[in-house]
């Protein structure tokens, strides 16, 4: 009596065949004799054998599994950019894996043994400059840059348009007369943080005021650096009318910090951030961000990482996704209610 799910020998032993040879009739392949295929097609039949998806993707060399690799799994933007990837990886019929790294050593560990050991046929690297993963990507292989763009690598990447976004936000806080406009980045070594300061920084020149470089403050992300950039400028006694975040958290930050010194915003203080965080709206005024479609940048690296495996094509790309103003309470003109 056969277990309930049969297996390739018993299709064999029905057949009266190796169970090579019922391999190669699995998987098309042509070296089979035509009454040998009817043998175990009919056994096949019989036994209501179904063949295991992964041993027939790893037989011809896939495992049609993707992997993401994220500094963390917490953070809302890298994990809405996972559940696009996914989303998309899915309906291709691919499965994705999604794991965090530390720190470079771990993520050389985790790349060991996810290409080493042929695991996964393509890679998706998050944020890969932020602590020096981006040396440890392996040559030859399938992979695409979230978060950043590459720097000098033949790697193909998606990112927001930074930038842009940055340019387009401070822009609006010029638009409502504001030209103390101060800035809080994200941790600088990133891409992201880099090129947000200089969309700032060219919107301020093209309007003609002079960039303060003392107005510029290095964060870290969380709301706990936005806090203490606001406090660091009533502390030097030169508190700007406005303030660019480089992201939402950090602005909320602000908020927190403008409140606990009784500064009301927006009429003492305009703040704008990036990202539009489902909870953006909720915020104590409600928050002016520009918002990022984050599954989207999954979506479009699934896709460019498909692409590449299935040799549809392998051109380095390099996609930029734009950004909406949404304007809520946290931003009016200045000296305005």
Request: a negative charge; aromatic letters at 6%; charged letters at 25%.
């Amino acid at each position: 009596m056969h277990p309930s799910r049969p297996t390739i020998r018993d299709v064999a032993r029905q057949a009266g065949v190796s169970h090579q040879t019922v391999s190669r009739v699995i998987n098309g392949r042509d070296d089979v004799l035509p009454e040998t295929r009817a043998l175990v097609e009919t056994a096949i039949q019989e036994l209501g054998y179904r063949p295991s998806a992964i041993a027939r993707s790893m037989a011809r060399g896939q495992t049609h599994t993707l992997a993401c690799i994220s500094p963390n799994l917490t953070d809302y933007t890298f994990a809405s950019v996972i559940e696009g990837a996914e989303t998309e990886a899915r309906q291709h019929g691919y499965f994705l894996l999604s794991s965090s790294a530390t720190d470079p050593e771990a993520f050389r560990e985790l790349v060991d043994e996810l290409v080493g050991h042929r695991r996964v046929d393509g890679l998706i690297i998050i944020n890969p400059y932020s602590d020096r993963r981006f040396e440890y990507i392996p040559q030859n292989f399938p992979v695409v840059f979230v978060g950043a763009r590459s720097h000098g690598e033949p790697i193909s990447s998606v990112c927001l348009d930074d930038e842009n976004v940055a340019y387009e936000a401070t822009r609006h806080l010029i638009s409502l007369g504001h030209t103390s406009i101060a800035m809080v980045t994200g941790p600088m070594e990133e891409d992201c943080s880099q090129d947000r300061a200089e969309g700032y920084r060219r919107a301020l020149q093209e309007a003609g005021i002079e960039v303060d470089e003392t107005m510029i403050i290095e964060g870290d992300w969380s709301a706990t650096s936005g806090q203490d950039a606001l406090l660091s400028f009533v502390e030097l006694g030169r508190v700007p009318t406005a303030i660019f975040a480089q992201n939402d958290r950090m602005a909320m930050g602000v908020l927190r910090a403008a409140r606990d010194v009784n500064l009301v915003v927006p009429s003492k203080l305009a703040v704008i951030g990036v990202d539009d965080m489902p909870l953006s709206s909720y915020f104590d005024p409600p928050l002016t961000t520009m918002r990022q479609d984050m599954p989207r940048i999954g979506q479009d690296a699934t896709r460019i990482l498909l692409d590449i495996i299935q040799g549809k094509n392998n051109t380095v790309r390099e996609v930029k996704l734009s950004a909406q103003l949404v304007i809520r309470q946290s931003t009016s003109h200045k000296g305005g209610d």
